[in-house]
């Protein structure tokens, strides 16, 4: 089947430093991933539409300034967040859709705990 | 804007019991719909997806059941195991939209 390979799984970093998390798809070309963010004990909030070759579609409330998105090959979109606080601790989750074999749905990454001290 | 709904939030059953758990859906013009299942930390694992134009889809102990007019999804689990513990997410995707939309999840516990 489908597969999303996300890294680093966990990651602590110092406030105001940025961190850049990864999302490759390992067998099958995704032009469009998705980033989720997920807080304890609540459902995956939709972030961006990763958007190969061009810019993301942010969801409204959303800082694309904050939350940097690059999608340069048909295997990798990373997510950067900038300048990370406290806040930005959270769950990031992302997933791709191969549209070559619908039956699979959407497959999504491991996930990344981001932990800003 | 459609909104998913997953009912009951958390849900404790000893070994062995059959259950059901329930997913609702406000806009019924739906591509298709997908349960997952996540463990504490983890990512999310596709159970089941179902596509609107179908009715049910089953499998090993799992079967999802879809009524797209009622805007209503069951997943049954039968006989469950220890090892079935974990949130199980519901999401679909609109027609008009490229991204899943997901309930907040049924926390289940299994006690052995």
């Known amino acids: 089947g489908a597969v999303v390979s996300q890294h680093p799984s966990r990651v602590i970093c110092k406030s105001g430093t940025s961190v850049k998390i990864e999302c490759r798809s390992l067998?099958?070309?995704?032009?469009?991933m998705f980033w989720y963010r997920q807080f304890p004990k609540q459902s995956l909030m939709l972030m961006a539409t990763s958007n190969e070759g061009s810019k993301a579609t942010y969801e409204q409330g959303v800082e694309k300034d904050k939350f940097l998105i690059n999608h340069a090959s048909l295997t990798l979109s990373t997510l950067t967040v900038t300048s990370a606080h406290p806040e930005d601790s959270s769950f990031y989750i992302c997933?791709?859709?191969?549209?070559?074999?619908?039956?699979?749905?959407?497959?999504f990454g491991s996930g990344t705990r981001l932990t800003v001290v | 804007k459609q909104e998913v709904t997953q009912i009951p939030a958390a849900l404790s059953v000893p070994e062995g019991e059959n259950l059901v758990l329930n997913c609702s859906f406000t806009?019924?013009?739906?591509?298709?719909l997908q349960w997952f299942r996540q463990d504490p930390g983890k990512g999310l694992t596709s159970l089941l997806l179902i596509q609107s134009s179908q009715r049910e889809q089953t499998s090993g102990r799992l079967n999802a059941s879809l009524d797209k007019s009622s805007g209503r999804s069951t997943l049954y689990i039968a006989a469950s195991q220890p090892g079935d513990s974990a949130t199980y997410l519901c999401a679909v995707l609109n027609q008009a939209g490229t991204a899943l939309i997901f309930g907040k999840g049924t926390t289940l516990s299994v006690s052995s």
């Open positions: 806009d019924s013009a739906i591509y298709n």
């Open positions: 067998d099958f070309q995704a032009t469009t």
């Open positions: 997933s791709a859709r191969d549209s070559g074999r619908d039956t699979y749905g959407y497959t």
